[in-house]
């Protein structure tokens, strides 16, 4: 019975050490909610993850519906970093350098990858929430108390967008919108 018991937990165990975790991408800097420079590098790091965590999605999502949803983050994510970064000119803001994604969204990415089936839309989906939620929050804040007054409009117009891709998000991941 002991020897059972063990087996048991050793299996129950290795499940849990196999099964893979959700990483989400950490939240933008503070400074990123208020000051210009920090606001566009934040903003292109959020596109550039959505971005390339979508472009995974629409090649393994088993859903349908997360591969669409997945599609539509693609094209919506570059129509706001290309607003971003024309607010960014028009408020002679210096441009940043091309938005590279930090280790913690790497990671998230490097999870993406070696997820499979089922799990990874359940994966994907994970990240997807939390990463929404730090962009509502970092757009929502700018465009209240940004430095600049035509990022703070952009800001603005990115957030009923975020909005959408959050709720969609959430919808999926609770298994609605299937």
């Given amino acids: 019975m002991k020897t059972l018991a063990f087996l048991s937990a050793a299996c129950l165990f290795a499940g849990a050490v196999a099964a893979p975790a959700q990483t989400p991408p950490p939240p933008p800097p503070a400074a990123a909610k208020s000051q210009a420079p920090a606001y566009v590098a934040a903003a ?25 949803f997945a599609q539509m983050l693609i094209d919506h994510h570059q129509k706001t970093t290309a607003a971003t970064l024309a607010a960014a000119r028009a408020a002679k803001v210096k441009t940043p350098p091309p938005p590279r994604l930090e280790a913690g969204a790497t990671a998230s990415i490097r999870e993406l990858e070696r997820a ?14 939390p990463a929404h939620r730090a962009a509502l929050d970092l757009h ?36 609605g919108g299937a």
């Fill in 116 to 129: 499979s089936g089922a799990d990874f839309d359940r994966i994907y989906l994970g990240q997807q929430v």
């Fill in 140 to 175: 929502t804040a700018y465009s209240q108390g940004g430095d600049k007054a035509e990022l703070k409009a952009s800001a603005a117009s990115a957030v009923p967008i975020v909005q959408q891709h959050l709720d969609q998000a959430q919808r999926l991941a609770s298994g």
């Fill in 44 to 68: 292109g790091q959020s596109d550039l993850f959505e971005i390339n965590s979508s472009r995974i999605a629409v090649r393994k999502a088993q859903n349908p519906a997360v591969r669409q």
